[in-house]
């Protein structure tokens, strides 16, 4: 990818860094998370895109309900600590197996959090998520992108006439009782206070309960922009940083993704990475079982110097 190119010398060599120290790596704890990209299309072109995603892009294609029910299987036959599922792409809800792997996952007795913009898609499928939320309470959660509580600057990222139909669709999920969860950006340079001031206002304005201060209910995202070098991650560096080296994402998650042409789908470390083959660990949750290095910018600027996490 062109991000690491921009590195100079940077995270090229998954054992060592450019300096010559020894680089930082991240051990599987326990899987409490499996994410599942069920595809990159979707219904926007957003600016900042971590993963590009778009009306045309399907460089990650689809996963069908039996792929993923594979892996539910193999969380049952190995007995994996798993509690939660997550659901991100794209735009999940453009995906036509959606309704039925949300279900599948909640009747395994997974929780699931979904990654939305809250939108048309979503809405074609209204009916079948309230039949699912009547049937598993508490346990389905929608986790809606607002970039900004300003709208002009949420149609700057995501294209005009998109906050319209994010609000009706956000609205109408909390009119029907859903758990509700709001992931915002830092794009604009505003501090943390300041953008929970601002989503407070926001959603005592439309009607929703949602407690800003909570950083589950309201996460902000940092930023990962490719035109900033960042320093790599040493074994040093978590004594340094005052970070837990279990903190990453990769010490208790991995995510299933489908490439366009593949026979089958993979499992990679994170959300973050999808494209990368050197993120990738076979086909199987099993092989993915070993230590990631961290050797990629967003694992710098995301996991360890930004604290971000894409759980709920």
């Known amino acids: ?5 921009k590195q100079s010398n940077k995270f090229v060599d998954p054992d060592v860094t450019a300096d010559g120290k020894a680089r930082a790596h991240v051990t599987l704890q326990a899987l409490k998370t499996l994410w599942l990209n069920t595809g990159t ?3 926007l072109t957003c600016e900042n895109c971590y993963i590009e995603s778009s009306p045309k892009n399907d460089r990650l294609v689809y996963l069908t309900r039996d792929e993923v029910a594979g892996y539910l299987d193999e969380i049952r036959d190995l007995a994996l600590p798993v509690e939660e599922v997550g659901i991100t792409g794209g735009e999940p809800f453009m ?16 929780r699931v959090i979904v990654l939305t913009n809250a939108m048309r898609p979503m809405m074609k499928c209204a009916d079948g998520l309230i039949d699912l939320n009547e049937r598993f309470p508490g346990e389905l959660t ?26 009706k669709g956000l609205q109408w999920l909390s009119a029907n009782g859903f758990q509700l969860h709001v992931a915002g950006r830092t794009l604009w340079g505003d501090t943390d ?16 309960s949602i407690d800003a201060n909570d950083p589950a209910e309201f996460v902000v995202f940092p930023e990962m922009d490719g035109s900033h070098e960042v320093p790599e991650i040493t074994t040093e560096c978590w004594d340094i940083l005052g970070v837990d080296p279990q903190s990453p994402m990769c ?21 973050l990475l999808p494209y990368e083959p050197e993120f990738a660990y076979g086909s199987t949750l099993a092989e993915s079982f070993r230590p990631i290095a961290l050797n990629h910018p967003h694992c ?4 360890v110097l930004g604290g971000g996490s894409c759980s709920g």
């Open 251 to 271: 010490a208790n998650s991995r995510m299933i993704v489908k490439r366009k042409g593949a026979p089958s789908p993979e499992v990679v470390a994170c959300t």
């Open 193 to 208: 206070h300041d953008l929970r001031i601002g989503y407070a206002e926001l959603f005592e304005d439309l009607g929703i």
């Open 1 to 5: 990818m062109n991000i690491i190119a």
């Open 142 to 167: 929608l986790r809606v992108s607002i970039d900004h509580h300003d709208r002009h600057l949420h149609e700057q990222e995501r294209g005009k006439r998109s906050w319209a139909p994010m609000v």
């Open 41 to 43: 299309l979707c219904n």
């Open 300 to 303: 710098a600027r995301f996991c």
């Open 95 to 110: 995906n036509p197996d959606i309704c039925a792997i949300l279900q599948d996952c909640l009747s395994a007795g997974h």
